[in-house]
């Protein structure tokens, strides 16, 4: 079992090397291993964390100020 950051998962996959691909209600593609080797570096996590945190910023703006 994995917790997965997102409110709905609508599709799971296995690649061939046997990492497990996802893809939910927030629009985003995550690919899941264990091969530390394949482990986004942090620069690129917090990248999409700061990415994520706009998208949900500018949403949240158009829904209650109309912008």
């Known amino acids: 079992m994995m917790l997965h950051p ?3 998962v609508w599709t799971v996959g296995q690649l061939e090397n046997g990492d497990v691909i996802t893809g ?3 629009g ?3 690919i899941w ?3 530390e080797s ?3 570096t942090a620069d690129v996590r917090e990248v999409s964390t700061r990415s994520q ?3 949900i910023y500018r949403r949240t703006r158009q ?3 109309r912008v």
């Open 38 to 40: 394949r482990y986004a």
């Open 6 to 8: 997102c409110q709905t």
């Open 53 to 55: 945190d706009m998208l």
């Open 28 to 30: 985003k593609v995550r």
């Open 63 to 65: 829904m209650y100020w």
């Open 24 to 26: 939910g209600s927030d």
């Open 33 to 35: 291993t264990r091969d």
